[in-house]
């Protein structure tokens, strides 16, 4: 089975610093997707960033950018110039060929 | 609608009480997943419809829990003689045929569910 691990239950940094969220996950497959999803308090899975493991570029959209290690299995999120509004929880999530299996989570706080 | 939607969106019932939350998908979507999420835990994957039979249902956690998709469209979650450790978030996610072949889920904002 599918397993994904987010070593840093909680974060703070300062507005307008750069921060990483880590992910490893275990898996024997070889296609897969990777995914990082914001939830803020409003419950509401966001998704923030999809890497497809066949693709060796790391994805990138605006602020947030991905450094993915295929073979460490390793998924790190990169945040740049963070905003107040990035306060969330943050799950790394896996979906092979069943279904989506998520990360305990690392809360991000963005101080002002 | 434009969104995945759940009702209600918070249940507070007392133990040993017949549950049902409901979840409205995005309209085309003909696969359909429910997790739960525990307070500060990520979510766990409970049941997956594909149509109107449930693929995968390897995740309910006994025979209390049970999910129907009758028409292939709106899915009941359904939870019998609840007990308080059935407290929780409960989400709903559908997808345009499966995940594994778009990439892309689409999560509700849940229905919170206390048990008192």
């Known amino acids: 089975a599918q397993t994904v691990t987010q070593s840093q239950p909680e974060m703070s940094v300062q507005e307008a610093e750069t921060v990483t969220l880590s992910c490893t996950y275990d898996?024997?497959?070889?296609?897969?997707?990777l995914f990082w999803y914001k939830q803020p308090p409003s419950r509401q899975m966001i998704l923030v960033i999809r890497?497809?493991?066949?693709?060796?570029q790391n994805a990138t959209e605006n602020r947030f950018s991905v450094n993915f290690q295929k073979a460490a299995k390793s998924f790190s999120l990169k945040i740049s110039d963070s905003q107040l509004g990035d306060t969330a929880m943050y799950f790394c999530?896996?979906?092979?060929?069943?279904?989506?299996?998520f990360g305990q989570g690392t809360r991000l706080t963005i101080n002002p | 609608g434009a969104g995945v939607s759940q009702t209600p969106s918070n249940k507070v019932t007392e133990k040993g009480k017949y549950v049902e939350l409901r979840c409205d998908p995005i309209?085309?979507?003909?696969?359909l997943y429910w997790y739960r999420q525990s307070l500060g835990q990520g979510p766990e994957f409970l049941i997956y419809?594909?149509?109107?039979?449930?693929?995968?249902d390897s995740g309910l956690p006994n025979d209390r829990f049970f999910a129907v998709r009758p028409e292939g469209s709106v899915s009941t979650l359904k939870i019998q003689r609840t007990e308080r450790g059935d407290s929780a978030v409960y989400l709903c996610?559908?997808?345009?045929?499966?995940?594994?072949?778009?990439?892309?889920?689409?999560f509700g904002e849940g229905s919170r569910l206390t048990v008192l």
């Open positions: 999530a896996f979906l092979g060929a069943q279904k989506l299996v």
């Open positions: 890497q497809e493991a066949y693709k060796q």
């Open positions: 419809f594909q149509g109107t039979g449930a693929a995968d």
């Open positions: 309209s085309g979507h003909t696969a």
């Open positions: 996610a559908s997808s345009l045929g499966t995940a594994r072949n778009t990439g892309e889920l689409f």
């Open positions: 898996t024997s497959e070889s296609n897969y997707y």
